[in-house]
């Protein structure tokens, strides 16, 4: 497979992961903001965008943190390059580039996707509108992944698809879960003190893990038991450990199909390994903020090698 189609499978998949979990951030950000008096639901739209890593371009066009601006600044603002109409569109184009690669209903599950959330997102979207723009985006992620799992070969492209997904997957939900924590519980130590439970268990409706936490967890929310979970729990297919494992599989079998390993694989089998031996005390110990950008960076650093071991572009 060329670099450049493998670049173009990695970064479509990315771009769509990446679409909607910006969807189910919005999401939490907008029920926890709805419960909150004024200045305290600006603080949690600040935590979105932060979370992001978008303050810079925001406060370059707005100087508040009104939830409409905020909204509609992720999901449609044209001098926002990584909003979610923006990013569907990455990923359509992406699509349309690799059309070779790709089944034919996969190519139409993007491309119905992309004419449906542009006509959602053509106006500013009203607050009695964002659960409606907020379920399309998320169904729209729903069903692509559906037609890639169901109707691609088993293959390269299949597993640099698997590969974009998981990277990105792992990316948003550490940032979610380093965000929220910082915004509930500011003090870097672990303390008993009483949190707020509704925002935690909004934590987990960002990540669809409210169900599952709760049936092992007898339905108890608390703070070092949902950092686990995200964390440690690899039955969890958005915990940290699940994409990393599913990660190291899909890039182990791109390295049995190319016939070597790279720089990525050794990266991975350190990232599985750390991971493995860590305990939730041992994460708490040594800070979840550190814990987290540690995570990131390595993160970032295998999405960089795999970059480079395949000649994305080449």
Known sequence: MLGRTAHGLFWMFRYLERAE???????????????????????EWRSVIEAFGQRAGYEAKHGTYTGHQVWNYLLRDPDNATSVIAMIGAART???SVRSAISGELWEAV???WMEISK???????QSSVGEAVQIIRRAGTVVLGAMTGSMLRNEGYHFARVGTFVER??????????KYYLLLPSLSYVGSSLDTGQWDQVLRSVSGDRA?????AGQIDARGIVEFLVLDDRFPRSLAFCHSALREDLAALARIHGHEG??????????TRI???????????GLHEFLLEFLSANRAIAGSIAEDYRFLA
């Open 21 to 43: 979990n910006t969807a189910r951030l919005l999401e939490a950000g907008f029920h926890m903001a709805l419960t909150r008096d004024v200045a305290t639901a600006e603080e």
């Open 263 to 272: 720089e990525s694989d050794a990266l991975m089998r350190k990232s599985g």
């Open 120 to 126: 959602l997102l053509a106006r500013p979207v009203a």
């Open 170 to 179: 792992a990316d948003c939900i550490a940032r979610i879960l380093d965000m």
């Open 276 to 286: 493995s031996d860590l305990t939730i005390e041992d994460i708490f110990d040594m």
């Open 94 to 96: 992406n699509a349309r």
């Open 213 to 217: 936490y709760r049936w092992l967890n």
């Open 111 to 113: 491309n119905e996707s």
